[in-house]
């Protein structure tokens, strides 16, 4: 791993990667990575637009591997998904992240407690232990439901059946807030929303990407709009993503975003970052 600006690492690039590594390769030494401790967990922090504080962070998985160096997930969660090795590492990052929040909420009272993203994939939705693990592991920790935000793409829930929903809406009734994750991407139908257990929407990316410096495509900005404004006439809040300068923040901020995360904020980084920031409170 590359140490830069402070303590953060720099992934190793996909496509180098692509090459120098095999999957097949990747993906035998996944289980044997998971019992040695080599994947570790970076938190980005997510930021009230309204006023500028930590309101929380997503927790991103990476994998310290002896000979490549740091791994991101693009490179490593599908090999996961694709063997179900996926199961025991989520639940490993969720364990993980609960007990770092807690960390967290023991040195902040004041603004009230910090959440934690964590991500699920489509095939830990599919478990049938989803909701035992994940109450158990919030009670093990001691977190409240309500501090706890479970993130699943907008792909993983098209066409889902109640049978795939039953389990986030059990997680929903215990408080835990669901995130539909990379919104916009997925073409859903816009009026399933109204079917789904979500209380948040993530706009993806590539909304926001026109909008980095002015003058902005006036077309970008309806488009969001609109989808703000929908969102918040079904009651759901809205979380933008990759938002990498200010006049990006700026705008989103007009447009009634109510918490956005990217670079401009902060990048992915150690747990320490986060501390610093919110106790720091406004970045
Ligand atoms: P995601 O959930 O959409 O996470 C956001 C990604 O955008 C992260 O990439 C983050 O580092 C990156 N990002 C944040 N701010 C900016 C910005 O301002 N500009 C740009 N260009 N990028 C930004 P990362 O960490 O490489 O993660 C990629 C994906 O891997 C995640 O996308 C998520 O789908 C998946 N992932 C990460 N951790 C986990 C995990 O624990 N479990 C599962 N199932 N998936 C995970
Ligand atoms: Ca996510
Ligand atoms: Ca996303
Ligand atoms: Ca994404």
């Known amino acids: 791993a590359k140490a830069r600006g402070g303590?953060?690492?720099?992934?190793?690039?996909?496509?180098?990667?692509?090459?120098?590594?095999?999957?097949?390769?990747?993906?035998?030494?996944?289980?044997?990575?998971?019992?040695?401790?080599?994947?570790?967990?970076?938190?980005?922090?997510?930021?009230?637009?309204?006023?500028?504080?930590?309101?929380?962070?997503?927790?991103?998985?990476?994998?310290?591997?002896?000979?490549?160096g740091v791994l991101g997930p693009d490179q490593f969660i599908p090999l996961a998904e694709h063997t179900g090795l996926i199961v025991p590492?989520?639940?490993?990052?969720?364990?993980?992240?609960?007990?770092?929040?807690?960390?967290?909420?023991?040195?902040?009272?004041?603004?009230?407690?910090?959440?934690i993203n964590v991500n699920l994939s489509p095939a830990q939705l599919q478990h049938p232990g989803l909701v035992k693990d994940t109450v158990a592991v919030l009670e093990r920790a001691g977190l409240e439901p309500g501090a706890l935000c479970l993130e699943v793409t907008e792909s993983a829930l098209i066409g889902a059946d109640e049978g795939l929903l039953q389990p986030l809406?059990?997680?929903?009734?215990?408080?835990?807030?669901?995130?539909?994750?990379?919104?916009?991407?997925?073409?859903?139908?816009l009026a399933n929303l109204r079917r789904l257990p979500v209380s948040v929407l993530k706009l993806d990316r590539s909304f926001t990407k026109g909008m980095q410096?002015?003058?902005?495509?006036?077309?970008?900005?309806?488009?969001?709009?609109?989808?703000?404004?929908?969102?918040?006439?079904?009651?759901?809040?809205?979380?933008?993503?990759?938002?990498?300068?200010?006049?990006?923040?700026?705008r989103l901020r007009e447009l009634g975003c109510d918490t956005a995360q990217g670079w401009y904020y902060a990048r992915p980084g150690p747990p320490d970052q986060l501390h610093t920031l919110s106790l720091a409170d406004a970045i």
């Open 169 to 189: 809406r059990q997680l929903a009734a215990l408080g835990v807030d669901i995130a539909l994750d990379d919104f916009g991407t997925g073409y859903s139908n």
């Open 89 to 115: 590492l989520g639940r490993w990052v969720l364990q993980e992240a609960v007990r770092q929040a807690c960390d967290w909420q023991q040195h902040r009272t004041e603004s009230g407690p910090l959440r």
């Open 7 to 68: 303590n953060r690492f720099e992934l190793a690039d996909p496509e180098l990667d692509e090459r120098a590594i095999t999957r097949h390769g990747l993906t035998t030494a996944l289980p044997a990575a998971l019992e040695r401790g080599e994947f570790f967990i970076e938190y980005q922090p997510l930021v009230h637009m309204g006023d500028g504080r930590v309101h929380g962070a997503e927790a991103l998985v990476r994998w310290s591997h002896p000979q490549h």
């Open 213 to 250: 410096q002015a003058p902005v495509d006036p077309v970008d900005l309806k488009i969001v709009e609109g989808i703000v404004s929908l969102a918040h006439s079904l009651e759901l809040a809205v979380t933008v993503e990759g938002v990498e300068t200010g006049v990006q923040a700026d």
